[in-house]
């Protein structure tokens, strides 16, 4: 009964392809579109835990456009609100296409923003951001030894050697290189993407 209920309930919510919503219908529906992208918000199984640590280490994008427009899902026919204020910061959550899945502070909403419409930014959050820790990503290395280096190249220092199994939290992607959070070190570092496996589970603790 309670799966039949969230269904009319989020067959209400939901609008045509490509109409706008507001950022209330954004939350009931997203839900509904995410299993297809492999980000899985269902309550039921992932309560909203946030992370402060983790949420704070994600890349920070800033708006540079006025016509920034938030997506369901990475494609302009999705159902869509905003647009966002320029110089608005988000917090980076995934890659796909031209595309970045993104978390807004502002509204406490997931949604895809496209990438011609903001760019990573140094500048810091004015206060501690809270990102549901459901929407977190990890990555697990399945090589025996995988070197972590210092930016994402294979010229660049290696400052760490993961062996196989070992777990970290995913902070942004930048072509085949993974940027992830070396707890032991308490520092950043980078990993190629053939040497690990991409996954949204909490990693366990140390």
């Given amino acids: 009964m309670k799966r039949l209920l969230r269904g009319f309930l989020i067959l ?8 706008m919503l507001t950022p209330n219908d954004a939350r009931a529906s997203e839900e509904a579109n995410d299993e297809e992208y492999g980000i899985t918000a269902s309550q039921e199984t992932a309560p909203l835990e946030p992370s402060l640590t983790h949420s704070n280490l994600l890349s920070t994008l800033e708006v540079t456009a006025d016509s920034c ?6 494609k302009h026919s999705s159902q869509y609100f905003g647009p966002l204020a320029r110089q608005e910061k988000l917090k980076w959550l995934g890659n ?11 509204l406490w909403v997931s949604g895809w923003v ?3 419409k903001v760019q990573e930014t140094t500048e810091t959050m004015s206060s501690p951001v809270e990102v549901p820790e459901y929407l977190l990503r990890n990555v697990t290395v399945i090589a025996e030894r995988a070197n972590i280096r210092r930016g994402p190249s294979t010229r660049l220092n290696i400052i760490s050697v993961a062996k196989k199994g ?3 939290w995913l902070l942004n992607k ?11 070190l308490e520092k ?3 990993i190629h993407s053939s040497l690990v496996t991409e996954k949204q589970k909490k990693p ?3």
């Fill in 114 to 116: 496209h990438k011609s």
């Fill in 188 to 190: 950043k570092g980078w």
């Fill in 96 to 106: 796909q296409g031209g595309w970045f899945h993104t978390w807004i502070p502002r």
């Fill in 12 to 19: 209400f919510v939901m609008l045509a392809p490509g109409t």
């Fill in 69 to 74: 427009y938030v997506f369901l899902q990475p």
């Fill in 204 to 206: 366990k603790s140390p």
């Fill in 174 to 184: 930048k072509k085949n290189w993974y940027q992830i959070w070396l707890l032991e």
């Fill in 166 to 168: 070992q777990e970290f």
